[in-house]
């Protein structure tokens, strides 16, 4: 008869290999024995579902969304929700996603990073940019030096034709008018005019509508990123940071 699994051992073993640096070569097979033994609903299965989660949403976001959705039956997490919004948005259930960001939005108000990703997917899968431009501000607001919030606010200020304010955002980000005025070309030539709001690409097509995917319940099939998204190295959150970070051709 095989010994129980001391389940307060493996949680102690999981905190010592955080705390001595150790990667996901070694966590993820920890938290996996640890999510298997675990009683079902307990703070310690839930914690570590989201902790797996959080380490392999941008590899295996299918799975992460499982995880997450696990969670979300037992606790009402705003970092799970985020979470959910994350690998759906990367498995190209916008509409998932974007109930899933509102959701955590509403549970941490104040949160920057929420208001940022929410923002940056109505502008982006949604075409909505003047929809958007209200969680842009506010993330921007709460977080004024940090690079990746300030360039998808400008990036739907342009897109909004407040094409001088978006100068304004990136000039004093990148510390370089020239730069600000380059990057700002090059968005509004890749992108055109601003879609008047509500006929984006994802509206009326989200892979996850009507199926209670951010609910916490079925997880549904999406399709995969705009191919202009998924390419040079921008995703959906930040198609604006790695422009912001590459040199200007």
């Known amino acids: 008869m095989a010994r129980p699994v001391n389940v307060e051992r493996l949680q102690s073993n999981i905190a010592w290999a955080v705390a001595h640096g150790l990667g996901p070569r070694d966590l993820i097979p920890m938290l996996e024995r640890l999510i298997r033994h675990a009683p079902e609903g307990s703070e310690c299965k839930i914690s570590a579902q989201r902790q797996l989660a959080e380490m392999i949403v941008e ?134 005019a601003a879609p008047a709001e509500g006929h984006g690409a994802a509206d009326g097509h989200g892979a996850a509508d009507g199926h209670g995917a951010a609910d916490g319940h079925d997880a549904a099939e999406g399709s995969a990123l705009p191919a202009e998204l998924s390419s040079a190295g921008e995703t959906l959150l930040a198609p604006s940071a790695a422009d912001v970070a590459a040199p200007l051709s």
Not at 163 to 185: D, F, G, I, T, Y
């Open 59 to 192: 590899s295996a976001p299918w799975r992460a969304a499982l995880l997450t959705r696990d969670v979300l039956q037992h606790k009402d997490d705003d970092r799970a929700w985020a979470l959910f919004g994350l690998a759906h948005t990367l498995l190209g259930n916008h509409r998932a996603a974007r109930r899933a960001y509102s959701r955590a939005l509403a549970r941490a108000p104040g949160c920057a990073s929420y208001a940022h990703n929410l923002g940056h997917l109505i502008d982006v899968a949604f075409d909505q940019p003047r929809e958007a431009l209200r969680w842009l501000k506010q993330a921007h607001g709460s977080a004024p030096d940090e690079e990746e919030i300030a360039a998808s606010y400008a990036h739907a200020l342009a897109r909004s034709q407040q094409v001088p304010e978006a100068l304004a955002v990136l000039e004093r980000v990148l510390n370089s008018r020239s730069r600000a005025r380059a990057l700002l070309q090059r968005w509004l030539t890749r992108r055109g």
